[in-house]
Nanobody
Framework: QVHVVESGGGLVQPGGSLGLSCATN????????MGWYRQAPGKQRELVAS???????IYTNSVLGRFTISRDNTKNAAYLQMNSLKPEDTAVYYC???????????WGQGTQVTVSS
C-alpha cells in the first residue's frame, strides 16, 4: 500500500515562515515528481510547486520568491519552505507523488496552513 504523508502545517502570523514535509514509501523515488498543491475554501485545488526527479522546479506565480521546494532522495522526502506568508496562502496543502508515466499519482491526506494575526 502506497503511503504519502504530509506534516508541518499550522498557524502562523502574516510575514512568518513555515515548513512542510512529505514522505512516501513509493519505490524508485529518484524518478518521481513531487508536487505541493493547495486548496482554499471555495476554490479549486492549485499547484503550488513541483520538483522532478532531476531537480527541475516549477512554482505558481503567487509564491515565487517566497516558497522553495526541495527533495532528499536519501529520505524519500520532499519539502516546501514557505516564507513571507500571507493570509491568502491559507489553505489545505497536499503532497502529490507521481511517476513520469502517470497522470494522477498518489495524494497525501493534506495539512492545514493558516496565516492569520
Amino acid at each position: 500500500q502506497v503511503h504519502v504523508v504530509e506534516s508541518g502545517g499550522g498557524l502562523v502570523q502574516p510575514g512568518g515562515s513555515l515548513g512542510l514535509s512529505c514522505a512516501t514509501n513509493r519505490s524508485l523515488f529518484n524518478v518521481l515528481t513531487m508536487g505541493w498543491y493547495r486548496q482554499a475554501p471555495g476554490k479549486q485545488r492549485e499547484l503550488v510547486a513541483s520538483i522532478t526527479g532531476g531537480g527541475k522546479t516549477i512554482y505558481t506565480n503567487s509564491v515565487l520568491g517566497r516558497f522553495t521546494i526541495s527533495r532528499d532522495n536519501t529520505k524519500n522526502a520532499a519539502y516546501l519552505q514557505m516564507n513571507s506568508l500571507k493570509p491568502e496562502d491559507t489553505a489545505v496543502y497536499y503532497c502529490n507523488v507521481r511517476s513520469p508515466w502517470e497522470d494522477e499519482g498518489n495524494w497525501g491526506q493534506g495539512t492545514q496552513v493558516t496565516v492569520s494575526s
